[in-house]
């Protein structure tokens, strides 16, 4: 049996429809879905210490289930790319803080697969940083660190089936459950 760890964001949990639909496709490939709440209030994001405060606060739920799972971040759930690191753990990464130096150096450790998700929109983004760092990125022109795009919320709408289907994609390229 497979499990998927859903890392949230800063300021929405992990039902957001970003992370519960990318949760939602490690479920219908069998996998148990772990969704992750903060334990208490967190540092400030754009300091070093988030990093090791994300780690230990998600570690004792990634320690709780068996094998290697699958993790699923959002935003500040993508300082526990040390843990993938550390751990060779494959990881769907979205909206990445990718203008975080120790994000950027753990994502160049990792040895496991990656899926990188961002928009051209977003200030966190650096999209040419994803694409050296792994070759399973969407990069949505326009989105911003919600992933919404400019025009009608239908347009948003729609960028959601895409990662949606960039994640099954991805975890198809890596065989993911194996």
């Known amino acids: 049996?497979?499990?998927?760890?859903?890392?949230?964001?800063?300021?929405?949990?992990?039902y957001a429809p970003l992370l519960m639909y990318a949760g939602d496709v490690a479920e219908q490939r069998g996998a148990t879905v772990?969704?992750?709440s903060w334990s208490h209030e967190f540092p400030p994001p754009n300091r070093p210490e988030i990093e090791s405060w994300v780690a230990a606060d998600v570690a004792p739920l990634i320690d709780s289930v068996a094998g290697r799972p699958l993790l699923i971040g959002k935003s500040l759930g993508t300082n526990a790319a040390t843990l993938t690191a550390?751990?060779?753990?494959?990881?769907?990464?979205?909206?990445?803080l990718l203008t975080l130096?120790?994000?950027?150096?753990a994502l160049s450790r990792a040895t496991a697969p990656f899926l990188?998700?961002?928009g051209t929109a977003d200030e966190t983004w650096d999209g040419d940083l994803a694409r050296r760092l792994s070759p399973h990125v969407l990069e949505v022109r326009g989105a911003n660190h919600g992933m919404y795009v400019p025009g009608p919320l239908t347009d948003s709408v729609a960028v959601l089936s895409h990662v949606v289907a960039a994640t099954g994609d991805f975890l198809d390229a890596i065989g993911w459950p194996g």
């Open 1 to 14: 049996m497979a499990d998927a760890v859903v890392i949230p964001g800063g300021r929405f949990g992990p």
């Open 101 to 105: 130096p120790w994000v950027a150096d």
């Open 34 to 36: 772990h969704r992750h």
């Open 86 to 96: 550390q751990r060779s753990l494959p990881a769907v990464w979205l909206t990445p």
């Open 116 to 118: 990188l998700v961002g």
